[in-house]
């Protein structure tokens, strides 16, 4: 018989406290056009849901600052571009979302392009024999439609897609996630930083005194911690749980019951957990429990202010369910994301002081440590 020894884990606490990132970085517009063109011009963009896009339809986006279109194909195949006309520049979607057929038309000359973005007709125009149509084509954008999950890329050479997904691309591959259906989205324009958001998300050291819900739910972050790992006793011979869950409770919901039935693909190992988190830097991060999972993703607009985007997502059978209560299923969470909101609004606001100059880090601050680090990469800080 094999015995399969895997090492238990070590603590990820930081033996040192690291300056923070600098103050300027959260609120000037010189630092902001540096984050757009370095950091989400060149990384995997979060846009949508493939199936919350109509077949023959066009979409518009804006991404880094970029004005794009999003377009699907009568078949389902999805393909991107700068939305702009190569005759003289006009947006070609003027609106947020419109139908389209076999051609993109430009609504100023009539240029007409296939859903591939070749030249097809010039309209009224006749062009004279130095005139290359293939040379006139719409401007591609990079697109990768994983697990349902719709992303986009500026760089002329993308990197990997699958480097974007911190625990790999088949880490919630139980959840089916290509075939879940959105039951509930939450929009919401944050008055803070897009990065002070990140690192909110990245640490537990607000739970305590932010989110008392959430403590309650999940008691080890009481402890301003989010594993046991990162408790300052922990040893490697210490129990790892199977759950952080307060018990009776197997979900994220209000009332700590399922919503619907549970997915039927988990292992034990996943339902015990309860919660599982993929993050997609710079973009979003994907939360999964037993019964639903959500994607939450923001998009910087200022340089003090962020929309954040929360999508929820469910079985079609737990949504067509006659028993299916959605405040149930969702406000437990976007309380959760209203005080994090909140906090990070409240730092935004004292890190404008002329005398902040940067933070120090906490050695429980290891994964913000690791955000600014990659940021700093970036940057080439």
Known sequence: MNVVVRPKPLSPLLNHCPKSLPAETYYT?????????????????????????????????????ENL???????????????????????????????TGQLIVCPYHAWSYDLKGNLVRTGPAHPTKDFCREDHGLLAVHVKVHDGFVFVCLADSPPPFESAIDTGVDAL?????????????????????????????????????????????VPIFGKGIQSAEEAQDWTEDSVV????????????????????????HLTDQQ?????????????A????????????????????????????????????????????????????????????????KGVRSSKFQSGTLMPEEYDVYNFQQWVRKHLSL
């Open 29 to 65: 517009q010189e630092w902001f056009a540096r984050d757009q063109k370095e950091i989400w011009a060149r990384n995997w963009i979060y846009t949508c849901r493939d199936n919350d896009m109509a077949n023959s339809s066009m979409r518009r986006l804006s991404v880094a600052g």
């Open 69 to 99: 279109i999003l377009v699907k194909s009568r078949e389902g195949e999805i393909t991107c571009f700068h939305n702009t006309c190569r005759h003289r520049g006009s947006e070609l979607c003027t609106v947020d979302e419109m139908k």
């Open 173 to 217: 591959r139980n959840w089916h996630l290509a075939d879940l259906v959105t039951g509930y989205t939450m929009v919401k324009t944050l008055a803070c930083n897009w990065k002070g958001f990140w690192e909110n998300y990245n640490e537990c050291l607000h739970c305590p005194g932010v989110h008392p819900a959430l403590c309650d739910r």
């Open 241 to 264: 749980p199977e759950s952080y869950m307060k018990a009776g409770t197997t979900s994220w919901t209000v009332n700590g019951k399922p919503c619907g039935p549970e997915f039927p």
């Open 271 to 283: 339902r015990k957990a309860g919660v599982h988190f993929v993050t997609v830097l710079p973009t």
């Open 285 to 348: 991060w994907i939360i999964a429990h037993v019964d639903f999972v959500r994607i939450v993703s923001m998009r910087p607009l200022t340089p003090e202010t962020t929309e954040l985007k929360a999508e929820f997502l469910f079985m079609s059978e737990t949504l067509k369910s006659k028993d299916f209560d959605l405040h149930n299923a969702v406000d437990f969470v976007c309380t959760v994301i209203a005080e994090d909101a909140l906090a990070s609004e409240i730092n935004q």
